[in-house]
């Protein structure tokens, strides 16, 4: 398990029959299905939104609020809940994958149903300290050369982050897992944790 104060993950479990083709099967049919957003104005047309747009991050989430929604009741390969872009030096985007989500209070034998957890290991974001409302700005503070907010701040608790007038959140957007289903065809790179602590 991560000792990241701001991330749960999910174990990785023992392979079952049938859960290659099963994760397979979802890449198939992201692949399919999100190719048209290679072209990020694509996306944004078809109601994609960037995530933090004036905060540096290795990847930008793309994020369809109305498929988040509907992730809640039904799992839809072709409609994640954000699309996974990298940012290039011309300020261009090359599309790179998708995350898909599930409720905060949702057992593993659920999360596996979707997505094999001897495959992929789906993460929550916790034990966030985020600006106030109306207080958006603040996203870009830093102490110590660290961010004062967000995934990467030394914060982690409901007290430090009171002390500087920011808002807790324990839960974070629920149950999250990426696929980098345009990175090849190793699973592990796919589903690979190593990308999971780059938001």
């Known amino acids: 398990m991560t000792t990241d104060p701001h991330m749960l993950m999910t174990p990785l479990r023992s392979a079952a029959p049938g859960d290659s083709a099963r994760a397979a099967a979802v890449v ?13 104005r694509v996306a ?12 540096m991050q290795p990847v930008y989430h793309f994020t369809s609020y109305k498929n988040g929604f509907q992730e809640a009741f039904r799992f839809d390969a072709a409609k994640p ?7 290039n030096a011309d300020g261009s985007f090359t599309l790179e994958g998708a995350m898909y989500t599930y409720r905060q209070n949702a057992p593993p034998d659920d999360l596996d149903k979707r997505i094999p957890l001897s495959i ?12 106030s409302k109306g207080d958006a700005g603040r996203w870009t503070e830093t102490e110590h050369g660290k961010p004062l907010f967000g995934p990467q701040s ?12 920011g808002d807790f ?12 289903i345009f990175a090849g065809d190793d699973p592990r790179e796919i589903w690979g944790t190593e990308h999971h602590h780059e938001h």
């Open 169 to 180: 959140h324990e839960f974070v957007l629920g149950w999250m897992v990426h696929a980098n």
């Open 120 to 131: 992929a290991r789906w993460h929550e974001h916790v034990n966030w300290c985020v600006p």
């Open 154 to 165: 030394p914060i982690a608790t409901r007290e430090q982050c009171r002390a500087v007038n």
């Open 28 to 40: 198939a049919e992201a692949r399919r299905a999100l190719a048209k957003y290679k072209d990020v």
């Open 44 to 55: 944004e047309a078809d109601g994609f939104r960037q995530f933090l747009p004036n905060v």
């Open 81 to 87: 809940t954000s699309l996974l872009y990298r940012k």
